[in-house]
Each structure stands twice: as structure tokens, then as C-alpha cells.
């Protein structure tokens, strides 16, 4: 059962008529206010869960004139990347008087009941990359939460922001090949992200393109832990690549402190960090408008929570591949340099 009668959303009076249970019951074990017993909190919860109830917050604080608010969701915190998103984001969200709660989901034992709890407590949500499983996002569609998806597939029913991957690894890939580049490997898990799966494709493309087999990708995680541990293998390896194109500049930073780069082997990443420009040598990236996409994201939401705009859209911002010292730009590599 995922919804009240006649296909709406459900109600508290819904959950309560299947928890068997007061309405003020009910209400206590969603507000968390007032003694109820441990067996009633189960019964609501379990209720809930099958109604696929959410306490909609957008109509009531319109009704009362209260600020809006945001729940972002994201995977982790952790690394440069989500900086420079949150500060478009909270920017300008703070300049229109929103404020943004900030769930995390690496670690929580129980994301889909924490990501329900916070829907009943803001207008909307935005749900970055495989931050939330795809039943649990269709879930909190179903219900009527106003959703938007960052770096995610297109769904239908909800908002999507992200950037173009695909066209601008094909275009790094190739370049890499045109300049006698014959052994490349990507460094990435294509399998940990839509992004990532893009890349990849990117890559492989390239490859077919020229009549050529793409290899398997190292299927590692994004971080700088898991390049410095590619790196050191490929120095072990009997036949060793010549380029490594990094998902992201973690792992491209990590390998670059390892490996002789340019001379031996090349080496690239995604994101454009900041150390990326300033690493000797340069690192050659792709950059990513993260403020932008941020920025994007909360206007996107602000629209679909006030009711300005019913119908999903789509956005997808342009990459810029930005070439420097550490795909060897003086062996042959042409195009902008920074």
C-alpha cells in the first residue's frame, strides 16, 4: 500500500486507522512529543512505512508565512568536491532567507527512515548522486515531497541538475590518444555513481572511435587513499600504463605524488580543486561549474516547493577540459592550457 485512498498521498488519519491507534497517539510518535510506549512507536512507524507517509511541511509553512527550508542529502562531506556545492547552494539560499538542513547518509544505519523524519521537517528535498536508493527517492515522489536530484539519472516526476561527463572524457580520452598514448586506464568505479558511470563512457567511447578495446577501468574508490594504492601497483606492474584518467582529482593528486608524471606515464582528474592548478606539475582536468550547480539546485527546489513552477525539468551544465603539465601539453597535446 503506498497511499492514502484513491491514490493520495496519505494522511495522519490513514496511518492512524492501520496502526490501530488515536490520532494524538500518532501525532506524538511523529512529533516526538509526549510518553508513548515502545510497542504504539513501532506500530506508527511500520504504518508509515507502509503508507509511504510523509508529514508535508511546504503547505503549512506557506499557510503561516514561516521561511522556507531545505533538506539536502548528501552521500559524505568528506574531500573538496562538496565545498564549493554547498557554498553555491547556502548562498543563495541564505540571500532569500531559506535556511538548509544537511543530512549525510555514509554511516547511518537507517537513511530511508532519517530522510523521512527530515522531510517533515522542510519543503523539499535535493538528493545528491547515489546519496539515497532509488526506491526510497520514488517513495518520497509518491508522497509528495518536492524532490531534486543532483549528479542522478533523470526520474520521472522530479528535478535533475548535473553537469555533462560523457562528451568531455571522449575529448580527453582522445587527445591522450592522439598524442601517442597507446596503454590508458581509468581509475574510477563506473558502478559508485551516474557521473562516474558517464566518464567511463566517455573513455570507452574514445577508444571505439579509433578502432580500439578499452580496458576494464581499476575499480577503485574516489579517494585519495585508493590513488596513492593504484599508484604504487602500477609501479609493481610488468606492463605498466601509460596514462591513468582519473574520475577525480583525489585520486589523480594521489597518483601524481607517486608516479614520475609527465616523463613516464600522464596522468588527469575531474573537478578542477584548487591544488589541481597549483601541484608541480599542473594537473590536466576537466572543471565543473560546482557553484553553479549548487545555485541551480536550490532555485530549482524554491520553484517546485512554492508551486511557481508543477512541471520537471531537466539541466545539465557544461565541463571544460583544461589541459596542463600533467598529460605532458608540451609533448603534443594541443588545446587550452592553464
Not at 542522478?152 to 562528451?167: F, I, N
Not at 582528474?269 to 553553479?292: K, N, S
Request: charged letters at 25%; hydrophobic letters at 40%.
Amino acid at each position: 500500500m503506498a497511499s492514502g485512498t484513491s491514490g493520495r498521498p496519505a494522511t495522519i488519519y490513514d496511518v492512524a486507522a492501520l496502526a490501530k491507534l488515536s490520532i494524538a497517539t500518532v501525532s506524538r510518535v511523529l512529533q516526538g512529543t509526549g510518553p508513548v510506549s515502545e510497542k504504539a512507536k513501532a506500530r506508527v512507524d511500520q504504518a508509515a512505512q507502509e503508507l509511504n507517509y510523509v508529514p508535508l511541511r511546504a503547505a503549512r509553512s506557506l499557510a503561516v508565512q514561516r521561511h522556507e527550508a531545505h533538506g539536502l542529502v548528501l552521500p559524505d562531506l568528506a574531500g573538496p568536491f562538496y565545498g564549493d556545492l554547498l557554498m553555491g547552494y547556502e548562498r543563495w539560499a541564505g540571500e532569500r532567507g531559506q535556511s538548509v538542513v544537511i543530512m549525510v547518509t555514509h554511516g547511518n544505519p537507517d537513511p530511508r527512515r532519517s530522510v523521512r523524519d527530515l522531510a517533515g521537517r522542510v519543503d523539499g528535498i535535493v538528493v545528491h548522486g547515489n546519496a539515497l536508493d532509488l526506491p526510497t527517492i520514488q517513495n518520497l515522489r509518491k508522497a509528495g515531497v518536492p524532490l531534486v536530484l543532483i549528479a542522478h539519472p533523470p526520474l520521472t516526476g522530479c528535478d535533475s541538475v548535473r553537469t555533462e561527463s560523457a562528451t568531455s572524457a571522449e575529448e580527453l580520452t582522445t587527445r591522450l590518444l592522439d598524442s601517442g598514448r597507446t596503454n590508458l586506464l581509468f581509475v574510477g568505479d563506473p558502478a559508485s555513481s551516474y557521473d562516474v558511470s558517464e566518464r567511463y563512457a566517455g573513455f570507452v567511447k574514445a577508444h571505439v572511435v579509433k578502432g580500439l578495446k578499452a580496458p576494464e577501468p581499476e575499480r577503485v574508490p574516489l579517494t585519495e587513499e585508493a590513488g596513492a594504492t593504484v599508484a604504487k601497483k602500477v609501479l609493481k606492474a610488468t606492463k605498466r600504463p601509460d596514462g591513468l584518467v582519473c574520475a577525480n582529482d583525489e585520486l589523480a593528486l594521489a597518483a601524481l605524488s607517486t608516479l614520475n608524471v609527465p616523463d613516464e606515464i600522464v596522468v588527469t582528474g575531474w573537478d578542477d580543486v584548487m591544488a589541481a592548478r597549483y601541484v608541480t606539475p599542473g594537473l590536466t582536468t576537466v572543471r565543473q561549474p560546482m557553484i553553479e550547480l549548487g545555485r541551480l539546485a536550490a532555485q530549482r527546489l524554491h520553484e517546485r516547493a512554492t508551486g511557481e513552477r508543477t512541471r520537471a525539468r531537466n539541466d545539465v551544465l557544461a565541463t571544460q577540459l583544461v589541459l596542463r603539465d600533467s598529460c605532458g601539453t608540451s609533448r603534443g597535446m594541443q588545446g587550452r592550457t592553464e
